[in-house]
């Protein structure tokens, strides 16, 4: 996995040099620090999801795209987050009880995005099905077991994965109460 990470900020590197765009042009465009983009290139620290979609909106390129060039051997096929492995952020200084979780964040310039609420019975049944996406899954109630391509994962409330839709995936509920999930898909404009 950190081969695959320090990947990213080699692939980042390069698209920004052979773009002409400065450290600055892309920190600017993605809203974060020239620090912060330096030590992702210098695979010094890994950018959440919604920084890394931001620099790669800011690269101006594709999504898909940008995936297709590093290594395919280091490319994990799902990435999980544990509820775990959120961390708290701080937005308003002056406010007080209010907590926010980083869950995900895009601008929608170059590629569209779709959010939906979906809910799965107990027993639930269905094909794996492929969809022209990248897909991301935030457990709200509930568990569910996702089967994408040859893996499967258990995911609990507060869990997310995110993963290329093209590969053959199903979540399936072997429990006996309902699981409740917001799903995002994000494709690109064409």
């Not at 800011?58 to 994990?76: N, Q, T």
């Not at 969809?131 to 893996?151: F, H, M, P």
Request: no cysteine; glycine share 6%.
């Amino acid at each position: 996995m950190d081969d695959y990470l320090i990947g990213v900020g080699v692939r980042i590197k390069k698209l920004r040099k052979d773009n002409g765009k400065t450290i600055k042009n892309i920190a600017d465009g993605a809203g974060v620090s020239n620090g912060l983009i330096s030590r992702i290139e210098n695979g010094r620290t890994i950018p959440s999801l919604p920084v890394l979609l931001n620099i790669i909106n800011a690269l101006e390129i594709e999504v898909g795209s940008f995936f297709e060039k590093i290594d395919k051997d280091k490319i994990p096929k799902i990435w999980i987050a544990r509820k775990s492995d959120y961390q708290v952020i701080e937005k308003e200084t002056e406010a007080n009880g209010f907590v926010y979780h980083h869950i995900i964040s895009k601008q929608l310039n170059v590629m569209g995005m779709e959010a939906v609420l979906l809910e799965i019975a107990p027993n639930a049944q269905r094909e794996k099905v492929t969809t022209e996406a990248y897909e991301y899954k935030y457990i709200l109630s509930g568990s569910v077991v996702y089967k994408v391509d040859n893996e499967e994962v258990e995911l609990f409330e507060g869990d997310s994965l995110f993963f290329d839709g093209r590969l053959p995936h199903v979540p399936v509920n072997n429990n006996s109460e309902p699981v409740k999930m917001l799903v995002f898909y994000f494709f690109n404009k064409k």
